[in-house]
């Protein structure tokens, strides 16, 4: 895929089981399903759920007890081995000035745990918010953010997950205080772009590489604009990075794509009719193998992808969208993979790749809307369905998605918005 290809945005329609529409909040994305904590909607919240892409469903989960976070919002949370690790986000008190704000959440057991940081670790970073943290290897890199009245920090500091122990990291010099940034990891190394710095808004854009313990500055000319509240995940090679604006009342909906091999900027060209909003302090979590960063315990996109395309392809099932899409007429059945501005976008009557589903039809290698979205269709009963699933990992066949959720603006009392960003291949 070009960077030059169009991406298809849909909005998800949410139930009423589902976390109220918030912003500054925290999640990530681990074995197939997406994690959301607190934030903000008139007051700080203090609730935890479970998305799963599959079924269009939350769960909310526990979040009570010695070991649960209290109200958070502008935290970090990351996913390794089958831990999330929140950190920072505390409501500003003398207390949050002498503890370390980090709590761990079991995903296999479903419940908060103590982490017993390593007694020997000379120090330990306090609250803050408005940082970033990425999984490098074993460790959690966290830097930057506002800690209390001193202002923004440039503070960077790693937690070993085998060790338990903090350290402060140090080397040349960096990006400097600031909050309100992006960060991802890409192999050894983690990649920031933009934020406050005091009350300044940044587009500068800097590497940290893990091997030899240094910063450096990488080239933005043809790069996005200064942004702060923006979001950015790891995309195969590259790094997705969208939203954000330069202030409050200069939002962005633009969706930019930065190459780690040919270290180049392009902004994604959007399909006709699919408008991505505009949104600032939102999150982004990716699911697919494509999203599975290579310096996280997940095996990597290389790794999956040939089991992926040796075994047998089976129904992912998605009750994401109601049915009929009338807008398009009857009954339709779109083909997102196929989809190509040559092939499926015609300028005169915008087919959209609509074709009739009047008649029995038989599609082995293409995502499908129906009454259900994203659904393959097979001629197998619904009984050997359910003998694949038992033996196969779902999460390998969920198809490559950019979920973005909450964020301001937002709907007071109204279930979160969600929004979902498909890449089309030529």
């Not at 970090?76 to 503890?99: I, K």
């Not at 979001?231 to 954000?244: C, D, I, Q, R, W």
């Not at 899409?325 to 501005?341: A, D, F, H, K, R």
Request: hydrophobic share 30%; charged share 20%.
């Amino acid at each position: 895929m070009s960077q030059s290809n169009p991406c298809l945005w849909l909005q998800l329609p949410q139930s009423s089981q589902s976390p109220c529409d918030r912003y500054k909040h925290a999640c990530c994305s681990y074995n197939g399903s997406v994690y959301i904590l607190g934030g903000r909607e008139t007051s700080s919240l203090r609730d935890f759920w479970k998305y799963s892409v599959v079924h269009n469903e939350w769960t909310e989960l526990s979040c009570t007890g010695e070991a649960a976070p209290e109200e958070l919002e502008e935290h970090s949370m990351v996913a390794h081995e089958g831990f999330l690790y929140v950190f920072g986000g505390m409501l500003d008190s003398p207390y949050t000035r002498c503890r370390c704000a980090l709590w761990v959440f079991d995903v296999v057991k479903q419940k908060w745990v103590c982490f017993q940081g390593k007694a020997s670790s000379p120090q330990n970073p306090t609250n803050r918010k408005g940082h970033s943290a990425v999984v490098v290897g074993s460790a959690m890199l966290m830097y930057g953010g506002i800690v209390d009245i001193k202002g923004s920090s440039q503070d960077f500091w790693s937690l070993n997950f085998d060790t338990k122990a903090w350290s402060l990291l140090s080397g040349s010099l960096g990006p400097g205080p600031r909050h309100s940034h992006s960060a991802v990891a890409y192999q050894s190394c983690m990649y920031i772009f933009g934020g406050l710095k005091g009350l300044q808004e940044q587009r500068d854009f800097w590497k940290w590489s893990s091997i030899n313990h240094t910063w450096t500055k990488l080239k933005n000319k043809s790069g996005p604009p200064r942004l702060v509240g923006h979001s950015a995940v790891t995309y195969k090679e590259s790094m997705l990075l969208f939203g954000g604006g330069e202030s409050q009342n200069s939002l962005s909906s633009c969706l930019w794509r930065y190459s780690f091999s040919t270290q180049t900027w392009a902004q994604m060209a959007t399909l006709s009719d699919s408008n991505p909003p505009d949104k600032i302090h939102h999150c982004c979590a990716g699911l697919g193998v494509s999203y599975q960063s290579s310096t996280s315990s997940h095996p990597p996109s290389s790794a999956l992808q040939p089991k992926l395309l040796e075994a047998k392809l089976r129904p992912f099932k998605n009750r994401c969208f109601p049915a009929p899409l009338t807008y398009l007429g009857s009954e339709v059945t779109i083909e997102l993979e196929t989809l190509s501005p040559g092939k499926c976008f015609e300028n005169g009557s915008r087919s959209f790749g609509v074709k009739s589903s009047t008649e029995p039809q038989l599609i082995r290698s293409c995502l499908t809307f129906e009454n259900r979205a994203f659904r393959k269709q097979w001629s197998c009963t619904e009984e050997e369905l359910l003998e694949e699933e038992e033996e196969e990992d779902i999460t390998q066949h969920l198809p490559d998605l950019l979920l973005v959720l909450g964020g301001r603006p937002y709907a007071q009392h109204s279930p979160i918005s969600v929004w979902q960003m498909t890449l089309t291949d030529s």
